[in-house]
């Protein structure tokens, strides 16, 4: 039966066209939840409530939304259908529930997203006014980012149709196929301009160019950008100062400093500041750097990375001493031996978390402009490798959009990489740089970095467990391809507009390229913000939760389950209230045998999983990714230290370029608390997160 109804009022009183579609599948989903599968009878239902809405509104007068919900309630009851308007009423329950809670938020949602990516929008990225207030809504803040990235095309051609582009990343955006990194989403189109996630910064072994170094760190934090470091050319402890006769501190008492004025920096900036330390294995300070964040709050702000050389993993191998250098003088200070070292290592990373490893020498194997000098440190997250006063500016492809039916769609994934690829590399181009010498050098090589995001939520879809052959299979092939898209589209761009400026003698140039426009290609970033805003799991990490409590304002909480395992309870029958609650309180279904295997198989989440298939999976993905992967190697709190001291081991047979664990509860402040799956007592006790967490590391400063 065609309807004579032609349009219906919102809830906010626009008048769009009427689709009975929209009915069907609205009764649809309230019937599946209560195990009624009578597809005719749906329909029925659905032209029913037509009839009813015909006899009394026409052409000329429409009905409200409230009006046609409440019909359908109305005819499921007098239908007997009792179960399904039961649950029918629940759904508009909850859809007001939620309508309410954004209306406390203040923004106007014309995407329908999350109630937390909307509260995360507008804490960090929707415009304000000079009193605080929100001045745009979504919509508007991805049409203002479209239109400055794509007005970079008028840079080379003065007739390019800059609309067509901004509209297509506009699309590329609102579809959450793809999102840029989050200073970009902030920045882009406002008087700071400042559009990049990740820098590194030299620290010289002078006061004043320690002091020149925090006065950078300051200008870039401040701009939502993170920031990373060696500290390797300090002098040691000790050591002399030939200027005031005195002898110097060494370099962990000037991280304090730069922790110090990062907590500054971050009372006034948009989101926490972050930073990344890193000190060489071969520096006398070594030990102390490794204890550094014994007592947890000091150096809170900062990540800690031992840069780990082959030959020291050599002498560790061999049970051998190796030599502590002073970077001032180049003498050896003492031997150690490598196996008290890297012990050390393994048992701080086991109480605190950190320091993680960086492979030093496989990562500057992979240095595409090894003539411009040693690559020595990263961004905070360890994802992403710099040449000192160099920056990068990120995306990530949502993997969770590319599978239809069970199928990978190769095709919208191609575009999709062809589009961020320009996206990337026109940001570099509408980029308001903080330094002088940054922009000098990341215009030199025009690095960018594409990522993924999602990729447990396109497992599921594919119904592969995480843990699997099948798994790894799908990432090599996932992998390889966006990067070969990635580097087609990049040579495209430089026979159009040219190669980066260091490409001649680069690794590109000697591989027998023409031409280049982008250094690096590749980066898998931690997604935390960006994740929530596109609506799926961060990075390449599994789930964290099958359902748990989000915090996702002050005084609200709300209970958030994975939506791919809510539909197939509600379609295989199994799905009730009740069951969420109770999945809330370990996060995970792996006991619960009232789930069919199939699903518990393949519905894992990150403490599910053995620590080997983690790494496995970072392995696989690094073996195509030019820059470097964020992941963690989550523990439980009853691992060992020989679990550890194997996964630090097995991280560098696999070529991985760094590695981080986190052993759950090894920190008080956090924001993931998994209660009873790891406490006893209290029944109440439930999976809490914190707003912007989606996943991996779940220590205060990691979730960059």
Request: with cysteine; net charge positive; charged share 25%.
């Amino acid at each position: 039966m065609k309807s004579n109804l032609t349009k219906i009022v919102k809830r906010d009183g626009r008048v769009v066209p009427f689709d009975q579609g929209r009915v069907t599948r609205a009764v649809e989903k309230a019937a599946f939840s209560v195990s009624v599968e009578d597809k005719e009878a749906i329909r029925g239902i659905s032209e029913k409530v037509v009839k009813s809405l015909k006899g009394k509104f026409n052409r000329k007068s429409f009905p409200s939304v409230e009006i046609i919900q409440d019909t359908v309630e109305h005819i499921l009851l007098t239908e007997g259908y009792e179960d399904v308007a039961k649950a029918y009423i629940l759904y508009r329950k909850k859809r007001a529930e939620i309508r309410d809670a954004k209306k406390l938020i203040g923004v106007k949602d014309e995407l329908k997203l999350g109630l937390n990516a909307l509260r995360v929008l507008k804490r960090r990225y929707l415009l304000k006014d000079n009193e605080g207030l929100v001045v745009e809504t979504p919509a508007q803040l991805f049409q203002r980012v479209a239109k400055v990235i794509a007005s970079a095309d008028s840079h080379y051609d003065k007739k390019a149709d800059v609309k067509k582009t901004a509209l297509g990343f506009y699309r590329l955006m609102t579809d959450f196929r793809f999102l840029p990194n989050s200073p970009t989403l902030m920045n882009a189109g406002t008087e700071l301009g400042q559009l990049s996630a990740c820098f590194v910064i030299p620290i010289p072994d002078s006061l004043k160019g320690i002091f020149n170094a925090v006065k950078n760190m300051a200008l870039i934090q401040q701009s939502g950008g993170g920031t990373g470091f060696s500290f390797t050319r300090l002098r040691p402890k000790g050591d002399v100062v030939k200027s005031t006769k005195g002898i110097a501190s060494g370099p962990v008492s000037f991280m304090r400093v730069f922790n110090t004025a990062t907590d500054v920096i971050k009372q006034g900036g948009k989101r926490r500041g972050a930073n990344m330390g890193i000190l060489r294995i071969d520096h006398p300070d070594i030990e102390n750097f490794i204890i550094a964040k014994t007592q947890e709050g000091i150096l809170s702000n900062f990540n800690l990375s031992v840069a780990v050389t082959d030959y020291f993993m050599k002498t560790l191998y061999n049970d051998e001493e190796y030599d502590l250098i002073n970077p001032r003088t180049h003498a050896t200070v003492r031997k150690v031996a490598a196996k008290s070292i890297f012990e050390l290592i393994v048992h701080m990373a086991w109480q605190t978390g950190d320091p993680g490893l960086l492979f030093i020498d496989e990562i500057n194997k992979h240095n595409p402009t090894p003539e411009l000098g040693e690559i020595e440190s990263t961004n905070p997250c360890g994802e992403q490798v710099l040449l000192p006063y160099e920056s990068c500016n990120l995306g990530s492809i949502n993997l969770a959009k590319m599978v239809k039916d069970g199928k990978v769609q190769w095709e919208e994934l191609g575009e999709t990489t062809r589009q961020a690829v320009h996206f990337l590399d026109n940001v570099i181009d509408v980029n308001k740089f903080p330094l002088a010498q940054i922009k000098r050098v990341t215009e030199g090589n025009r690095k960018i970095g594409l990522g993924v995001m999602g990729f447990a939520e396109m497992l599921i879809k594919m119904g592969i467990p995480y843990d699997s052959e099948d798994a790894l299979n799908l990432a090599d092939e996932i992998i390889r391809f966006i990067k070969e898209e990635a580097i087609k589209k990049s040579t495209e761009i430089a026979k159009q507009r040219g190669s980066f400026p260091n490409f001649k003698n680069s690794v590109w140039d000697k591989n027998g390229y023409k031409e280049m426009r982008n250094a690096t290609h590749l980066t898998i970033a931690p997604t935390g913000s960006i994740s929530i805003i596109a609506g799926c799991s961060s990075g390449i990490e599994p789930l964290f939760a099958i359902s748990f409590i989000r915090n996702v304002m002050e005084g609200t909480q709300l209970i958030e389950t994975n939506p791919l395992f809510e539909k197939i309870a509600k379609e295989e029958g199994f799905f009730s209230k009740e069951l969420m609650i109770e999945i809330t309180r370990t996060g995970t279904i792996q006991d619960m045998k009232k789930i069919p295997a199939k699903y518990r198989r393949v519905f894992l989440t990150a403490l599910d999983i053995d620590p080997q298939w983690h790494l496995r999976m970072q392995a696989t993905f690094q073996k195509h990714v030019d820059n470097a992967i964020a992941k963690t190697v989550n523990l439980p709190p009853e691992a060992s230290l020989d679990d550890v001291r194997d996964i630090f081991l097995l991280a560098h047979k696999l070529k991985c370029k760094g590695v981080t664990v986190y052993r759950y509860g090894c920190k008080k402040e956090q924001v993931l608390y998994l209660g009873s799956r790891f406490t006893t007592g209290r029944e109440e006790e439930h999976v809490y997160a914190e707003p912007e967490y989606a996943g991996g590391c779940p220590a205060i400063v990691c979730p960059f």
